[in-house]
């Protein structure tokens, strides 16, 4: 793919717009193994195993009850755990199939705010407007009733980079959020390991100039990479992208090293493996095995080196 001109100007002035280094965060799921809601000492067994092993700072959720059909109260249980921890939580909410006010209503009994500088902040969806799940006359009033509500806390949403980079996120963009999270997963686009970086970091340069040149500005919102991964032993594979640790620890040594280098925050997807999760659809219809994407087993114990 050709890239426009301003592309170049955002791989020299992105490090500039955020931190000198990336901040490292994980994505983390609100059930255990056997399918059972996490309680807090289940996030505090999280966030030991994560602050033992990486440098990570942050983790971000995606749902206040379940996405999968439980009845989890994660704001309540994940919050007091983060704070006990010494770990920042940006809190997901899963608006999809009519949800918004079951999981508004959650997030609002956890009183989050109360929890100072362990909420990191709240997102709005994840992949939504991608998936086609919800609109962005929607996800626009469900980000500023967030905003409404919680004035003083930074409020965003994630979505495929593709989407921030094609305009189809335009209105979502100048709609006064904080927080951008672009997801871009060179093993969803069939890369091989060896092309796995660089088409990653091409994702990213898309999506960030394009909110560089609606806002008309560098660092006006803070754009984040809200996922990127690789699928472990036991993964499915991806046309040309092999499932494998070995393959897993490769990307994040040189994929994800490599743009916290650059200063961009980021989060891997995920920090743990979940047995129980069910498979994903792939862009080429076929079923894919979303099991084995943590760079940490069920039980916790880590696939490889996590540190840059």
């Known amino acids: 793919m050709q890239l426009r001109t301003i ?11 955020v931190s000198a280094a990336g901040t490292l965060g994980f994505a983390v799921g609100n059930t255990n193994p056997d399918g059972t809601c996490k309680k807090s000492s289940d996030f505090e067994s999280d966030f030991k195993a994560i602050k033992d092993n990486t440098d990570a700072a942050i983790v971000r959720t995606y749902s206040s009850t379940d996405q999968f059909g439980n009845a989890c109260n994660t704001p309540s249980e994940v ?13 997901g909410l899963w608006p999809d199939g009519g949800a918004w006010e079951k999981e508004k209503a959650a997030l609002d ?8 500088d362990a909420l990191y902040g709240i997102t709005v969806g994840s992949e939504g407007m991608y998936r086609g799940t919800y609109n962005a006359e929607e996800l626009v009033g469900w980000i ?35 927080l951008i999270l672009a997801n871009g997963f060179a093993y969803w ?8 970086t660089k088409t990653y970091f091409d994702d990213m340069a898309q999506a960030l100039a394009h909110v560089q040149e609606v806002t008309g500005s560098l660092d006006k919102i803070h754009f984040m990479n809200g996922e990127t991964g ?13 499932a494998g640790d070995d393959n897993m620890e490769s990307y994040w040594k040189s994929a994800v090293c490599g743009l916290l280098d650059w200063g961009v925050d980021l989060f891997w997807f995920e920090a743990f493996d979940e047995p129980n999760k069910p498979s994903a659809i792939g862009d080429n219809g ?3 095995s979303e099991s084995h994407w943590g760079s940490f087993d069920a039980e916790r114990n880590p696939k490889f080196d996590m540190r840059c």
């Open 189 to 196: 686009q069939y890369q091989d390991i060896k092309n796995a």
């Open 79 to 91: 919050l007091p755990a983060a704070k006990s921890a010494g770990i920042k939580v940006l809190l």
């Open 144 to 178: 500023q009733e967030t905003k409404k509500d919680y004035p003083n806390t930074l409020v965003g949403t994630a979505d495929s980079w593709n989407c921030w980079a094609n305009g189809s996120m335009d209105s979502i963009i100048s709609s006064g959020l904080d």
């Open 109 to 116: 009994a956890a009183d989050p705010a109360s929890f100072g």
């Open 286 to 288: 076929q079923e894919a």
């Open 7 to 17: 592309i170049s100007t955002a791989l020299v002035a992105a490090p500039l717009a």
């Open 230 to 242: 690789w699928p472990g032993t036991g993964g499915t594979d991806a046309g040309a992208a092999k």
